[in-house]
């Protein structure tokens, strides 16, 4: 019996040795490249925390700056900011603050510079579409009508179809072009939420261009047009 139970572990040890000998290598490779990834994955959410919580810290003082009105200082910041930590959600925010502060002090070409890198640099759609939105005001304050149509080109962010028509509304009458501006304001009105006072500031636009919409969401033809 016990010579029979030899025999079994033998072939046993002889398997585990042939198995070994043809396919250890593999297996030890696999082990090494499964552990170095687990200690790479480790370490990458080690840093991606270590730079949110500077970041944090950093945009708590680019806020401080920007509610004092200190636009000198939260230029600087947001250029540290931007340079150390600008993978980071703090970063974009930023902008956004520092392009505000600066167009506030009248710092506009300042404020564009801050927004074009939220645009070209965020990793969210939604920032990039409020870069786009923001800095088209500040080109049509400017009278920059074409470049301000450019960047609503790129603002496409779901949820933000009603401000961008709006604000394309706003060029397109600026440029001399008021029937596309009001079919632009008509395209805001009715994608924006009816509870929203906002939409009382596009239908007054409407009015103004003898176009009132109509309470069905079709576009009244106005009081001339009327029989």
């Given at each position: 019996m016990a010579s029979h139970l030899d025999l079994e572990e033998q072939e046993q040890l002889d398997s585990?040795?042939?198995?070994?000998s043809q396919y250890g290598n593999l297996v030890v490779g696999v082990l090494i490249v499964a552990l170095a990834s687990f200690s790479a994955w480790?370490?990458?959410?080690?840093?991606?925390?270590?730079?949110?919580?500077?970041?944090a810290a950093m945009f708590d003082e680019l806020s401080r700056a920007g509610q004092a009105g200190d636009a000198e200082r939260t230029g600087r910041?947001?250029?540290?900011?931007?340079?150390?930590?600008?993978?980071?959600?703090?970063?974009?925010?930023?902008?956004?603050?520092?392009?505000?502060?600066q167009a506030d002090a009248g710092q506009v070409d300042t404020a564009k510079a801050a927004l074009e890198w939220v645009g070209a640099n965020a990793t969210e759609m939604e920032y990039q579409t409020v870069?786009?939105?923001?800095?088209?005001?500040?080109?049509?304050?400017?009278?920059q009508y074409d470049e301000a149509l450019k960047q609503l080109q790129a603002a496409?962010?779901?949820?933000?179809?009603?401000?961008?028509?709006d604000r394309r509304g706003d060029v397109l009458f600026a440029q001399g072009k008021p029937d596309e501006a009001k079919a632009a304001y008509q395209k805001s009105w009715q994608a924006m939420d009816p509870k929203?006072?906002?939409?009382r500031l596009v239908e007054a636009k409407l009015?103004?261009?003898?176009?009132?919409?109509?309470?069905?969401?079709?576009?009244?033809?106005?009081?001339?047009?009327?029989?």
């Open positions: 585990v040795k042939r198995f070994w480790n370490g990458w959410n080690w840093w991606q925390r270590d730079q949110s919580v500077k970041a910041i947001f250029t540290d900011l931007k340079d150390r930590y600008g993978s980071t959600a703090f970063a974009e925010q930023g902008g956004l603050l520092n392009a505000r502060v870069a786009h939105l923001r800095l088209a005001g500040l080109l049509l304050d400017a009278k496409t962010a779901p949820g933000f179809e009603a401000l961008v028509d929203l006072d906002y939409r009015v103004s261009l003898g176009s009132p919409p109509a309470a069905d969401g079709s576009q009244s033809t106005g009081a001339g047009d009327s029989k």
